[in-house]
């Protein structure tokens, strides 16, 4: 999964630069190195940036996963990385892990999670791209899109974020990035799985407090959260 599953549409006038907050711009970058990660294995470059990039040296759990994920990165060599992908991702047949929602959700690829979300991706503006093959509920295109959705800085942008996060991402996510610090094949993605399983549950947080322009919680569909 070497692209992106979809595409924004255009449907206004460009009204100029957005200025993003500095806590949703992290959070956007965020959601997209994870993307990044889970769509296709990081080469020689990605790792050289994720072991030098600057990091808090704070003491809660998700700065720690962020300085594991450094460390992990500083050691690892791009072509084995690559081969833990293919254990974990693709295998000869399926891969030690399934990293679509309706898999998580049903025990089943392709199901009702599968047709909630391409319904949701219509309402807010997405559309697949024709080169993509995998599944618009792939783990990868789920953080792709809420890194495309935390950029949109406003209240109503952080209440489509809640809504999609709690139908679509809050149900699976981080049982998904748990399992894969257990697999077998982890070695580099056990940091990748600590620093996803972390922020999530940080961002689950942070969403559950944001509420409707009339004032009203935003309506959560949670099922399956562990």
């Known amino acids: 999964m070497n692209e992106a599953p979809a595409t924004r549409e255009t449907t206004t006038a460009d009204a100029g630069v957005v ?6 711009k992290l959070r956007a970058d965020t ?5 990044r990660l889970l769509g296709t294995p990081p080469d020689d470059a990605t790792l050289s940036l994720l072991a030098t990039a600057p990091i808090s040296e704070e003491d809660n759990l998700l700065a ?36 679509y929602a309706s898999w ?15 319904s949701d991706m219509r309402e807010l503006g997405f559309e697949r791209r024709d080169n993509v093959s995998e599944p618009e509920d792939h ?22 974020q809640a809504n999609f996060f709690h139908t679509h991402i809050g ?6 990035f748990r399992d894969m610090q257990e697999a077998r094949s982890a070695r580099f993605y056990r940091a990748v799985g600590q620093l996803g399983e972390q ?27 562990s």
């Open 19 to 24: 200025t993003i907050e500095p806590e949703n």
């Open 31 to 35: 959601y997209r190195l994870l993307g």
């Open 64 to 99: 720690v996963a962020w300085r594991l994920l450094a460390t992990s990165a500083e050691r690892a060599v791009a072509s084995d990385v690559t081969s833990e992908y293919e254990a974990l991702f693709i295998g000869l047949g399926r891969g030690e892990l399934m990293p």
């Open 104 to 118: 998580y959700l049903t025990g089943y690829l392709m199901e009702q999670p599968l047709a909630s979300l391409r």
């Open 139 to 160: 783990a990868a295109a789920l953080c792709e899109i809420m890194a495309l959705l935390a950029a949109e800085d406003h209240a109503c942008g952080l209440a489509q």
């Open 171 to 176: 149900t699976w996510l981080a049982r998904f």
């Open 199 to 225: 922020f999530i549950e940080t961002d689950q947080r942070y969403l559950e407090m944001v509420q409707k322009p009339d004032g009203t919680e935003i309506e959560r569909n949670r099922p399956g959260v």
